[in-house]
């Protein structure tokens, strides 16, 4: 199973973009890179997943090196509700991937 | 259902009782997940059921923990002689089997163990 690191958290403004990078040097061939969000008291929810490049969806952009032994998840003009937990999990099934601490976002007015 | 249900959404129960918790995956869904997450740290995988069958129950913790999902839907998580050490939230979640595809979660299951 692919290990993860990321901060423990990280602080930002309203309106800035921010990104979160993520660790998994010994991420195999097969696996993806998947992003969850999880707000207090809810579980958490699908951000984004790719395997290799840039991925871009209405949230937010994943950006994947050609060694792919990091990802980083870009938050594009983040508002206050943007404040959560964010997860990156690295696998090739669901029951592979394997949730860590994740990185506490802070978005400040 | 529009999502992913658990009941109950608190469970308070004494140290040895047995507590059952349930979900309620999103219609069409073969893939279930139980995970439990601590305080202040992400969601522990337990179990993964394909259909009725758990295809991997290498995360449970122990064999007080048993899960069934007899019919390919509804899923039980069951605790035998409960500890304190077992209080967590529980959360389920479904996908539609594939591979890596989107988990959906439920709200989870508080479980105090007193």
């Known amino acids: 199973l692919a290990k993860t690191t990321q901060p423990i958290s990280m602080d930002s403004y309203e309106g800035q973009e921010v990104n979160i990078t993520c660790s998994h040097n010994n991420i195999a061939t097969n696996d993806y890179i998947t992003w969850y969000q999880q707000f207090p008291s809810q579980g958490p929810r699908f951000i984004i997943q790719g395997y290799k490049t840039k991925v871009t969806n209405e949230v937010a952009s994943l950006f994947i090196p050609a060694d792919r032994k990091s990802s980083t998840l870009s938050l594009p003009r983040v508002s206050l509700s943007d404040t959560a937990v964010y997860y990156c999990?690295?696998?090739?099934?669901?029951?592979?991937?394997?949730f860590g601490a994740g990185t506490r976002l802070t978005v400040k007015p | 259902g529009a999502g992913v249900s658990q009941t109950p959404s608190n469970k308070v129960t004494e140290k040895g009782k047995y507590v059952e918790l349930r979900c309620d995956p999103i219609s069409g869904h073969t893939a279930l997940y139980w995970y439990r997450q601590s305080l202040g740290q992400g969601p522990e995988f337990l179990i993964y059921f394909q259909g009725t069958g758990a295809a991997d129950d290498s995360g449970l913790p122990n064999d007080r923990f048993f899960a069934v999902r007899p019919e390919g839907s509804v899923s039980t998580l069951k605790i035998q002689r409960t500890e304190r050490g077992d209080s967590a939230v529980y959360l389920c979640?479904?996908?539609?089997?594939?591979?890596?595809?989107?988990?959906?979660f439920g709200p989870g299951t508080r479980l105090t163990v007193l």
């Open positions: 999990l690295v696998g090739e099934y669901n029951n592979d991937m394997r």
């Open positions: 979640a479904s996908s539609s089997g594939l591979f890596t595809d989107t988990q959906y």
